[in-house]
């Protein structure tokens, strides 16, 4: 009597290794997508570690900052199941009108600064 084997399903590298095989492009892209990544992780373990690294502490603790402000944002998202359709609207609907401000506000002193030099007068670039 012979023994049926339960049929193992491949592994994460056999898998990732056909799909490469199949798509060499792609995975051409991934392999200097990630080169790039380690050169960068490179050079900001030198900033560092590096003489001047007061800017590129504060830097990166901004980054860190950012970042925890959006998981903790983000936090309750996870424990709701399924909002009601109106209340999901009304808040992409905030969320757009956030973002279209925000990008409004950034670019309103360049372009400011920009038409005073352009036209040589602070009212008229107003």
């Not at 502490?57 to 998202?77: E, I, S």
């Amino acid at each position: 009597m012979d023994i049926a084997r339960p049929i193992q399903p491949p592994t994460w590298t056999a898998l990732a290794l056909g799909h490469a095989r199949r798509h060499p492009w792609s995975a051409l892209g991934l392999v200097a997508a990630l080169a790039t990544v380690g050169i960068l992780l490179g050079h900001g373990v030198v900033g560092i570690t590096g003489v001047q690294s007061g800017a590129v502490r504060l830097a990166l603790l901004g980054g860190v900052a950012g970042f925890a402000a959006t998981t903790l944002g983000a936090l309750p998202a996870l424990t709701f199941r399924s909002l009601p359709q109106r209340i999901e609207d009304s808040l992409l609907g905030l969320a757009a009108g956030m973002m279209l401000a925000a990008s409004a506000f950034s670019l309103l002193l360049p372009g400011l600064e920009a038409g005073s030099e352009i036209l040589g007068s602070k009212p008229l670039g107003a």
